[in-house]
């Protein structure tokens, strides 16, 4: 942003400068680009999927659909006289803590899970060595039982994707545990690491670089089935199906079809992207799926599918969920556990219907007002 105005522009066009941000540094974007147009007096073209960034800073707003613009005028004309459906579904889908969206499940009544999947204890990780100053993860402990929905919500930086790499053993922390059905993985035999990943799968952040650009699309679902050839997942049980067969049948449990088999990562949309990953990410059956930031870079309504899909899914199949995320509106609806963490610290941890509670830790208010 600083480069861009050196050359003292009259128009600063601001192509998604929030993405995969979280809701706070989203928001001091946003202001520090509204403090730059009102001392430069340059035009501002901001350009999101998130109408919730510019609803309350824009001046005029356009909302475009397959590369046309549909609709356009103030935000105050858009949100009471949208002319076109797609304005309404954008609308519909920018949730809010200041209500429950209609398109969401709420989330279950919370009661004492009877199986503890996951558990980790201490776990302390640090980069860059002695000269480090600062852990990325910071003496966390956390469990996750059966048919749990659980949300991990911090702000960019904050540790999180590092505490989902600790809990699949893709690294290992510098202190601490993981047990997996009270069996600590470090020092575990391959067999015993291989059984955990059968059973522990993971839909990262970045669909395009999960996906294997050489592979069609229904091969990349297969994988994890190639991996563990001895695994009867419900989906085919009874069922002789041959290897494309199985893939559509998980493909379509996510909504994608035979269109899409053959078409390779780059020929998909982010949402089919993502929807592809958990199919592939539910192959197996998992006892716990673990999802990091699934949403983040796509468009609302797109989030808002993702979003009940995974909830569908894992009621369906009884699994529990880690649900990773910088957007606290989304997760708090979502989800029946929070965690709130900063600075490599679980700093808050309550129940969904415990969120406007005055015992929430001053870091959970602050990401709250920033979603309101």
């Known amino acids: 942003m600083a480069a861009a105005l050196i050359p003292e522009p009259s128009l600063l066009i601001a192509d998604e400068p929030t993405t995969a941000l ?3 540094t989203g928001e001091h974007i946003m202001d520090l680009i ?6 430069t007096g340059c035009g501002v073209l901001f350009i999101t999927h998130d109408l919730r960034h510019v609803w309350r800073r824009a001046d005029r707003l356009a909302v475009m659909k397959e590369g046309v613009i549909v609709d356009s005028g103030t935000a105050l004309e858009l949100r009471d006289s949208p002319v076109h459906p797609y304005t309404r ?3 519909d889908a920018s949730y809010r803590l200041t209500g429950k969206p209609t398109y969401l499940p709420e989330a279950a ?4 899970p009877a199986t503890e ?3 980790a204890v201490g776990l302390s990780k640090q980069y860059g060595g002695a000269a480090a100053t600062e852990r990325a993860v910071d003496r966390v402990s956390l469990r996750i039982s059966e048919g749990e929905c659980i949300g991990l919500v911090g702000e960019s930086g904050c540790g999180k994707s590092t505490l989902a790499r600790l809990l699949l053993a893709l690294e290992q922390p510098e202190h601490g545990a993981v047990l997996f059905r009270e069996q600590a993985l470090a020092g575990a035999s391959k067999q015993a690491l291989r059984q955990f990943r059968r059973h522990v799968q993971v839909v990262f952040q970045d669909s395009a670089s999960s996906l ?5 699309i229904w091969r990349s679902v297969l994988e994890p089935l190639d991996n ?3 695994a009867q997942p419900v989906f085919f049980e009874g069922l002789q199906l041959s290897r494309r067969e199985k893939a559509l049948r998980l493909l379509r449990i996510t909504g994608l079809d035979e269109e899409h088999m053959d078409r390779y990562p780059h020929e998909l949309s982010g949402g089919q992207r993502q929807r592809a990953c958990i199919s592939r990410g539910i192959s197996l059956c998992p006892q716990l799926l673990i999802c990091d930031e699934p949403t983040s870079s796509l468009d609302m309504p797109t989030q808002r599918q993702i979003l009940n899909l995974l909830k569908r899914l894992q009621r369906e199949l009884g699994m529990s969920l880690l649900f990773i995320s910088h957007d606290l509106a989304a997760v708090g609806q979502l989800c029946d556990r929070l ?4 600075e490599g610290k679980i700093v808050d941890e309550f129940a969904a219907t415990e969120l406007w509670s005055e015992k929430r830790h001053p870091y959970t208010r602050l990401l709250i007002s920033a979603a309101l």
């Open 339 to 342: 965690l709130v963490m900063k």
């Open 212 to 216: 294997n650009d050489r592979l069609p």
């Open 89 to 91: 579904e954008l609308l």
């Open 34 to 39: 509204a403090d730059l147009r009102t001392e």
């Open 22 to 24: 979280d809701v706070v």
């Open 109 to 112: 009544s919370l009661s004492e």
């Open 228 to 230: 563990y050839k001895d």
């Open 117 to 119: 999947y996951l558990k």
